[in-house]
């Protein structure tokens, strides 16, 4: 009799094994299904993008896909302290955070963006981003945290990155991505960032300096050009002054010297087109005159100290220019030396 009862009960422990595996796959399976789902059809996927701000506020951009929609609308609780809330585009209010979502569609897209006050906060070394996700568990489910403009992650040792996630960079600012399926809510989000110090005031100061420095260089040539043509041009109207003046009191070489400024002084007018006195070079004079250096240079001395004519050295050499016109006879006779 006993022997008999033994291979029976055995069997009773195999069949009462199976029985609780098979109910426990069985309760698996209902919470899994049932944490993807809602009264009216299935969330299939939920993306979120946070937008971190230098202030540490955060701007959340929430876009869920619902699929097997057999509701006229459903239920959305958003965190606590959203402000500027935005429903499929439009603005919304609330007064406990609740918010119904109407839904005429089998495949469903709802976008939510608000924004979200002191998310960032600060500790000892770093600042921190948390963010606890509690929406209802989606089938995928993606998530980026954008880093404020010129943030880091903080390095060194120690984690920075909870759960650990994909850091990336678009060029500009760093970012975070999470992508998980049907993962289990609520759960933290945290990422550390380098704390941010005040920028040396250093480099806008020698910026400042330098500025100052080619504003000053800028000034100073603006104020020599124009003091130059200042000079020019009282030089030009003094030049287009006709004084008469007796030609008995030049001597002979002197007449021939203010005769050929006089000449080369019509031509070049005739060719530029001009009224003011362009000057010539005391070398031209030698060979207008075919005299020497030394007696061309004494005669323009001697009408420069009677103010007929002004001289500008340039080089080596002088540039001549007639100040008054006199008037004079006929050609007279030179000696050349």
Same mark, same amino acid.
């Given at each position: 009799?006993?022997?008999?009862? $033994? ?13 609780? *595996? ?5 309760v %698996? ?16 996927e939920?993306?979120? $993008? ?5 202030? %540490?506020?955060?701007?959340?951009k929430? &876009?869920?896909?619902?699929?097997? !929609? @057999?509701s ?5 609780g ?15 209010? @609330?007064?406990? %955070? ?21 998310? !960032? ?12 996700? @509690? ?16 943030? *880091? ?6 984690v ?11 060029? =500009? ?10 993962? $289990? ?19 806008? *100061?020698?910026? %400042?300096v ?6 000053? &260089?800028?000034?100073? *040539? ?13 030089? !030009? ?17 002197? +007449?021939? !010297? ?16 001009? +009224? ?21 240079s004494?005669v ?5 100290? +009677?103010?007929?004519? =002004?001289? $500008? ?15 004079l006879?006929? =050609?007279e ?5």
């Amino acid at each position: 009799m006993n022997k008999r009862s $033994e291979p029976c009960k055995s069997c009773f422990v195999v069949v009462l094994l199976f029985l609780t *595996l098979l109910l426990l796959n069985n309760v %698996g399976a209902v919470e899994n299904k049932s944490t993807s789902s809602f009264a009216g059809g299935i969330i299939e996927e939920i993306t979120i $993008e946070d937008d971190l701000g230098a202030d %540490g506020d955060v701007r959340e951009k929430l &876009v869920l896909k619902l699929i097997n !929609v @057999s509701s006229d609308e459903v239920t959305l609780g958003l965190p606590a302290g959203a402000e500027e809330v935005r429903i499929n585009g439009e603005e919304s209010t @609330s007064e406990f %955070g609740v918010y119904t979502v109407p839904l005429n569609c089998s495949t469903c897209y709802i976008m939510v963006s608000y924004t979200l006050r002191s998310v !960032v906060k600060e500790e000892k070394d770093a600042l921190v981003f948390s963010r606890i996700i @509690s929406f209802p568990s989606p089938r995928v489910f993606q998530y980026t945290v954008l880093l404020p403009k010129g943030s *880091l992650i903080r390095g060194g040792e120690g984690v920075s990155i909870v759960p650990q996630g994909a850091v990336g960079s678009d060029g =500009q600012r760093i970012f975070v991505t999470w992508s998980e399926r049907e993962p $289990e809510f609520p759960k933290a989000y945290l990422v550390w960032l380098e704390k941010r110090t005040a920028p040396s005031s250093w480099p806008g *100061l020698v910026a %400042g300096v330098l500025a100052l420095f080619f504003v000053f &260089v800028v000034a100073a *040539l603006l104020f020599f050009v124009f003091s130059k043509k200042s000079k020019d041009a009282e030089r !030009v109207r003094r030049a287009t002054k006709t004084v008469v003046i007796p030609h008995t009191v030049f001597s002979p070489d002197e +007449k021939a !010297v203010v005769r050929v400024l006089k000449q080369q002084r019509a031509k070049a007018r005739a060719l530029l087109k001009t +009224k003011n006195t362009p000057p010539l070079m005391q070398k031209e004079l030698c060979k207008l005159l075919s005299w020497s250096k030394s007696k061309v240079s004494g005669v323009v001395s001697s009408l420069e100290r +009677k103010g007929i004519v =002004q001289r $500008e050295r340039v080089g080596r050499s002088f540039r001549v220019v007639l100040v008054h016109d006199i008037d004079l006879p006929e =050609q007279e006779t030179t000696n050349k030396s």
